[in-house]
């Protein structure tokens, strides 16, 4: 799958602390134990609808943790897949009368240049399903071997279903109890009813070959990959076990990342999958969460249509914490648009007051759990000493606008 092209980012003397994330696993921020090399894996797009501001945030909070390992002097491993075989992307492109790879294909792009648009940085890995069928198939055929997964008794659609016992701390990533879980997986996509399971909570792997359904070949019989099962055989064969942090929206703890973990630990027979678990929070309008099936989202796209600058999308979602739950609305990008004016008139005086405060409090403030809005206070405050005050200092302008890019991804 082919990936976007990043902006470059540019280098700053110094070095900042190191980086400090919350783990959801671990209810605490604590410190991310990162070698020379990093490795993170973030959840993609199930591309059937346009990027909308709930997928923006949670990708520009990984953006964050990217620039702030490579501010650091690491090497980054990043690998984000894309769910391009997948229930919803068929029924919409049933809906339309579309071949689901070519809605694939065009909802891909879209989202390829939103994330140029806003300057994400791109993975070194850009997976797609489609592309990865051959190691589900090979991690399906392990977890039968050594009994996590089972198929079942259906003559007519033999599925392979994962066992939700098959390791012993199944459940830790979420600390949810067993009434939340069935909810949640009932609700996101789980089929809690299906007669032949041997839990409720057994997840589906492989999906027997229905008609009208693409299908590919495995020793188990034609079908194709589940979700979670995806996911931990992209990330087992491109990173590995032990991965520095996997990602995604707050929407994917449970079922998906529950059990991604659970299929790759069932596998390796390591306690953790990933040393971090991070979730950004959701972005809502009208106080409710952006989703598609609520049909109120804001699509970058769209924005970008109307003129609104990405830079400005930029500074609105990072003005709220990334793991909170947020509203978006006009003040929000009202406010962005004028804090943007505001920090390019001030880095564009001939001088200014010294820089070098300023980027140390900036890199502290974003070591500490990505916080932005810290972090963009303390830019408003050289910013206002720019512009009232003054100041002696003829790089500090120009200085101030490389750390503005290299660390939160604005071009000034």
């Not at 891909?108 to 592309?131: C, F, I, K, Q, S």
């Not at 259906?154 to 994962?162: A, C, G, I, Q, S």
């Not at 995806?230 to 942090?245: F, K, P, Q, V």
């Not at 990602?247 to 990342?257: K, Q, Y």
Request: contains cysteine.
């Amino acid at each position: 799958m082919q990936s976007w092209s990043s902006a470059p980012v540019p280098a700053l003397p110094g070095r900042g602390p190191e980086l400090r994330l919350y783990d959801t696993s671990d209810r605490q921020v604590r410190p991310v134990a990162a070698g020379p090399t990093v490795t993170m894996y973030v959840c993609g797009i199930t591309p059937y609808d346009a990027t909308h501001l709930g997928h923006a945030a949670t990708y520009l909070a990984f953006d964050l943790v990217h620039r702030l390992w490579l501010d650091l002097g690491h090497d980054v491993h990043y690998v984000q897949n894309v769910t391009d075989v997948d229930d919803p992307l068929f029924e919409r492109a049933n809906r339309d009368g579309l071949d689901w790879r070519d809605l694939a294909a065009r909802e891909v792009a879209l989202y390829r240049d939103d994330m140029a648009a806003l300057r994400v940085l791109a993975p070194r890995e850009y997976v797609a399903a489609t592309e990865a069928v051959a190691e589900v198939v090979e991690l399906v055929e392990k977890m039968l071997a050594s009994g996590a997964a089972y198929v079942v008794d259906d003559p007519e659609f033999p599925d392979v279903y994962f066992r939700a016992d098959a390791t012993l701390q199944f459940g830790y990533e979420s600390g949810y109890d067993r009434d939340t879980m069935l909810a949640l997986f009932a609700e996101r996509g789980g089929d809690p009813g299906r007669p032949g399971k041997t839990d409720q909570l057994d997840a589906l792997m492989w999906r027997a070959a229905r008609p009208s359904e693409p299908s590919w070949p495995s020793p188990f019989g034609p079908g194709r990959p589940g979700w979670h099962v995806e996911c931990a055989a992209i990330a087992l064969s491109r990173i590995g076990s032990g991965l520095d942090i996997q990602g995604g929206g707050s929407d994917l703890i449970f079922p998906h990342h529950e059990f991604t973990a659970a299929h790759a630990e069932s596998v390796s027979g390591e306690r953790r999958f990933a040393r971090h678990y991070v979730h950004a929070g959701m972005i809502g309008w009208d106080g409710h969460k952006m989703s598609k099936s609520r049909g109120n989202l804001v699509l970058v796209s769209g924005l970008r249509s109307q003129g609104v600058e990405p830079a400005a999308i930029r500074l609105g979602l990072l003005a709220g914490h990334y793991r909170a739950d947020r509203d978006w609305g006009a003040q929000v990008l009202q406010e962005a648009g004028a804090r943007l004016h505001r920090w390019r008139t001030a880095t564009t005086l001939p001088a200014g007051p010294d820089a070098a405060d300023v980027i140390a409090r900036v890199r502290r403030y974003l070591a500490d759990d990505l916080d932005t809005r810290k972090a963009l206070a303390a830019l408003d405050g050289w910013t206002t000493d720019a512009l009232e005050y003054g100041g002696h200092d003829a790089e500090a302008p120009r200085t101030v606008a490389t750390a503005v890019d290299a660390l939160l991804g604005v071009d000034l």
